[in-house]
């Protein structure tokens, strides 16, 4: 098959084909560089190193978001604000995630990704302090508000590191290792609150979780590594083994070329990002040994990028410009659909379980939430490893070619799952059925969250994250590394979810909990029967758009 359908953003060329036989070798995109600092050549164990810090930092977040949830009738009792009032507030948290990561995302680029996990972290647990004091429903907004400034980089910037670091045909997995943290996170908080709250109070969590974020933030400051790294974007093939996943391979392994688009040689060339060396692979160049965790580097930072100004004035306006793509609106719709069913599952649960036939107390309603903490394990980290895998298969039967739609296939699963999980979530206590059916429906539905989430995660990585500006040296370059479609997609997910959560309590103990079964169930059935519009245009919205999206990075 001739490459000439390769310039589509989102289609790559995966494995190698010759004549009718396609090669059982993974071409690696990014292609490392020949440098040893390069992120891209780190040894496994350096990589997930990185991936565990991020990952304590994604849990520790998401745990502040939501250790209230399973103390919200008590919490009401105690503060005078309605349950309505307290979900509003969860709502107001969300909204300014998704506004938040305009700002944080193109600063961490500016002055790094490090410093950027850190102020997070400690400025986290220093505002966390404030909820404990809050008095009103004005103050207890504000204190929403302002977390969800904080804790905003949980949301967006963890994917980029993740791309900094993994190839495109391994990020998955990573990726599904992400998803679950931050699923789980927002699980583990109620199961611990429901039993703090019984021995020492509801304000006992607020100090707990305030603690928890600044430890993490120490842990960040001696074991994070910097990520950020700018290298020359030329056109250049390595071809590993299809079952190596890192560098750790034999010269005899490899094969390589390099060419400019005219089809010439390049020699190696460098460029420099936050005081680091950069080097282009030449055709000459053999891979290096995965270079070794040179342990704690703690007094190592990035210098602030030579277009800092450049970079976050692009981050607040791209995002906008970006609204015009209808591919990065559909991500919104689709990450927001699975963030708004599990902010449905931790807003009902209490008001659910711990009134009539159930009467549960507060620990047992936090106990509750152990179901959907343990059914997103399998759900993410299996999730990404078998999109991973089934990208792969689909490339091999494609020619060698991956497709961004290709994983896409695999929202068969949420789509038939997540409906029953709701069904079961409203129609199991408005009949007095046993509460299993009610945590089991909360189980399937975030046992299928993760998977839906890392599928739409990495379409809008697969498509956008590598269209380059002309200018690779210039501000618009780094403005991209930003990745400004992922803020977009963001930032539409959490308008979603703010709009919800004033809906939450109306639809579902308002309406009735029969009605509100049968509505989501249909709604979510609906919304997930868009990816078979994707998946039949999806690559030519990918090419109709591509001019466009080229316009808004070259500005």
Not at 50 to 72: E, G, N, P, Q, R
Not at 201 to 223: D, H, N, Q
Not at 317 to 344: D, E, H, K
Not at 530 to 538: A, E, R
């Amino acid at each position: 098959m001739l490459d000439n359908s390769l310039d589509v953003p989102g289609t790559a060329r995966i494995y190698q084909e010759q004549g009718e036989d396609v090669q059982n070798a993974v071409t690696l995109i990014p292609t490392p560089s020949s440098d040893p600092t390069d992120p891209l050549n780190w040894s496994k164990g350096r990589k997930y190193l990185m991936l565990s810090c991020v990952m304590l930092y994604t849990i520790t977040a998401t745990i502040l978001s939501s250790d209230l949830y399973s103390v919200f009738d008590p919490l009401s009792a105690s503060t005078g604000l309605s349950l309505d009032q307290l979900n509003v507030g969860t709502g107001y948290l969300y909204l300014f995630i998704g506004l938040s990561t305009l700002i944080s995302q193109p600063c961490s680029l500016a002055f790094g990704k490090k410093p950027t996990y850190l102020i997070s972290a400690f400025g986290a647990a220093l505002v966390n302090i404030w909820t404990a004091f809050a008095k009103g429903n004005g103050q207890w907004i504000a204190s929403r508000l302002l977390l969800g400034f904080f804790i905003s980089p949980s949301f967006t910037l963890v994917e980029v590191s993740i791309a900094d670091v993994f190839f495109l045909h391994e990020r998955s997995f990573p990726m599904g290792l992400y998803i679950v943290v931050l699923f789980m996170g927002v699980s583990l908080g109620p199961i611990l609150s429901g039993y703090i709250y019984e021995g020492i109070g509801w304000k006992a969590i607020v100090w707990l979780s305030t603690g928890l974020s600044a430890i993490v933030g120490i842990v960040l400051f001696f074991l994070l590594e910097e990520t950020s790294y700018q290298r020359e974007h030329i056109t250049t093939n390595v071809v590993v083994p299809a079952h190596h996943t890192s560098l750790g391979i034999d010269e005899s392994d490899v094969s390589q070329s390099e060419t400019d688009d005219k089809g010439k040689d390049i020699p190696p060339a460098q460029s420099r990002f936050a005081g680091v060396q950069a080097f282009a692979v030449s055709d000459t160049t053999a891979p290096l040994t995965p270079t070794p965790w040179p342990g704690p580097r703690f007094w190592t930072f990035a210098k602030p990028h030579r277009h800092a100004f450049g970079i976050i004035l692009r981050g607040l306006v791209q995002p906008f410009l970006l609204l015009r793509l209808p591919l990065i609106w559909w991500s919104g719709l689709m990450y927001a659909t699975y963030q708004i069913c599990f902010n449905l599952i931790a807003a009902i649960s209490s008001g659910i379980l711990a009134t009539d036939p159930y009467n549960f107390s507060t620990s047992q309603v936090g106990l509750s939430f152990i179901s959907p903490f343990l059914s997103a394990i399998p759900g993410a980290v299996l999730g990404g490893w078998i999109a991973d895998k089934f990208a792969l298969r689909q490339a091999h039967l494609n020619h060698g070619i991956a497709e961004a739609e290709h994983k896409l296939k695999l929202y068969l699963i949420p789509s038939i799952l997540t409906p029953i999980g709701l069904l079961m979530m409203g129609l199991g206590p408005y009949y007095g059925a046993h509460w299993i059916v009610y945590v089991l429906g909360c189980a399937i539905v975030n046992l299928v969250g993760p998977l839906a989430t890392i599928l739409t995660v990495t379409y809008a990585f697969d498509t956008y994250h590598s269209i380059r500006p002309q200018d690779e040296n210039g501000v618009q370059a780094s403005a991209q590394d930003t990745a400004p479609y992922l803020l977009t997609t963001i930032m539409l997910a959490m308008l979603f979810t703010f709009g919800f959560n004033y809906v939450i309590t109306p639809w579902c103990f308002g309406w009735g909990l029969r009605n509100f079964a049968i509505s989501s169930a249909l709604i979510i059935t609906a919304i997930n029967a868009t990816v078979l519009l994707i998946l039949k245009w999806g690559k030519a919205l990918r090419r109709s758009q591509e001019a466009y999206y080229r316009r808004v990075i070259n500005w």
